[in-house]
């Protein structure tokens, strides 16, 4: 196997098909598409298990409660089968030769990480921005965390030796990535829009209040003392707001 892609499923019923449907669509085949329904009952279920009888590549993984997306994220990688691992939310969407163009360009460079720039969407599919993607190591990371998450594609053993998301609500990539970063890996960047995020009025990652909340126990984690990571939570919400001003923009 040599891709493992994994989303998590919570209350997107509007929008995964469409998810779905961009994974199965992609000109690299040779992939396993694992699904945990984070929304536990006998409705998600079934919902859920229509995409097993489309495709014998779904895999669906049902949590007896709900985890939260991280910890869904983390089941999923623990089942991984593939040499890499691919994130998609359950709300957005690859463009057909996101994961041909990226895999190729990792072999090829012999990148451990890449993340690609990628397109701002709305409920409609509407472009209203895009975010270009840069190389980041650790110190860019804690600065500001410009990474895509449902555009990242990592190799399976560099997980071995760190921790995994978190339990927060939101920013429980963030605190993955700075994890991995940590350890000196590098997020390397595919300057192409091969992924489509979506912005949703009333979604946790639109939450300003949630953000500044989880960053500050981002950085507390991190063992930084409390002045110093309201600091960092105040640094990083200042680039939050500089990216959502920038997005509109372009609107």
């Known amino acids: 196997m040599l891709v493992s892609?994994?989303?998590?499923?919570?209350?997107?019923k509007?929008?995964?098909?469409?998810?779905?449907?961009?994974v199965l669509n992609q000109t690299l085949k040779d992939f396993e598409l694992i699904i945990i329904n984070d929304e536990p009952g006998i409705e998600s279920s079934k919902f859920l298990n229509?995409?097993?009888?489309?495709?014998?590549?779904?895999k669906i993984i049902n949590n007896k409660s709900n985890l939260g997306a991280g910890l869904s994220r983390n089941r999923g990688i623990k089942a991984a089968k593939g040499k890499y691992i691919s994130f998609i939310d359950s709300d957005d969407i690859w463009k057909k030769n996101k994961l041909q163009i990226q895999i190729n360009k990792m072999k090829k460079m012999k990148y451990k990480i890449s993340h690609?720039?990628?397109?701002?969407?709305?409920?409609?599919?509407?472009?209203?921005?895009?975010?270009?993607?840069?190389?980041?190591?650790?110190?860019?990371?804690i600065k500001s965390c410009d990474i895509g998450l449902s555009t990242v594609t990592l190799e399976k053993k560099i997980l071995k030796?760190?921790?995994?998301?978190?339990n927060f609500k939101t920013k429980e990539d963030y605190y993955f990535w700075l994890n991995l970063a940590k350890k000196g890996e590098i997020f390397y960047y595919i300057d192409k829009p091969?992924?489509?995020?979506?912005?949703?009025e009333y979604s946790l990652s639109s939450s300003t209040s949630q953000k500044f909340l989880d960053s500050f126990k981002v950085y507390n984690h991190f063992?930084?003392?409390?002045?110093y990571s309201i600091y960092r939570t105040i640094i990083l919400s200042i680039n939050f707001l500089r990216k959502k001003i920038n997005d509109h923009r372009h609107k």
């Open 5 to 12: 892609v994994i989303i998590p499923y919570y209350k997107k």
């Open 14 to 22: 509007n929008y995964i098909k469409k998810s779905v449907k961009s």
């Open 50 to 58: 229509q995409f097993k009888i489309i495709d014998k590549r779904i």
């Open 116 to 141: 690609t720039s990628y397109d701002i969407i709305n409920e409609l599919d509407k472009i209203i921005s895009v975010r270009k993607s840069k190389n980041i190591n650790f110190d860019e990371l």
């Open 161 to 166: 030796r760190s921790k995994l998301f978190s």
């Open 194 to 200: 091969l992924s489509q995020w979506r912005r949703t």
């Open 223 to 227: 063992g930084y003392n409390y002045i």
